[in-house]
């Protein structure tokens, strides 16, 4: 069940976390292997939702969420936005390989 038990509200309002790595193992561990309902918004307006067909890694569930968007939104693009989603994929992808 995916609801949180009595009192653990209260704790997760108070958490603080070292880092950007604490957080992110914080989340996982809690989502991980848990049927998610995963959403896109902008300006505070939900655009995508689903409900999570597979329970697994967090990440790699949302992933094949945001995939799934962006293969909707392929055909609605115009040329110079096709190319700034690319260009920015680039980026990541370099930007982790320098790191690593």
């Known amino acids: ?3 949180l038990a009595p009192g ?3 704790e ?3 958490l603080s976390f070292a880092s950007g790595i604490e957080l992110r193992e914080f989340v996982q561990d809690k989502f991980n292997g848990r049927q998610l309902v995963l959403a896109l918004a902008h ?3 939900i655009t995508s939702w689903a409900v999570s067909e597979e329970k697994g890694e967090l990440f790699e569930v949302a ?4 995939e799934q968007v962006l293969q909707q ?3 609605k693009l115009n040329t110079g936005a096709k190319f ?3 260009l920015a994929q680039v980026d990541v992808a370099a930007h982790d390989l320098v790191e690593a």
């Not at 992933?63 to 945001?66: C, G, V």
């Open 1 to 3: 069940m995916a609801d």
């Open 8 to 10: 653990e509200a209260e």
């Open 12 to 14: 997760f309002a108070n």
């Open 43 to 45: 300006d505070l307006r």
């Open 63 to 66: 992933t094949t969420f945001l």
């Open 73 to 75: 939104a392929q055909s």
């Open 84 to 86: 700034r989603a690319k």
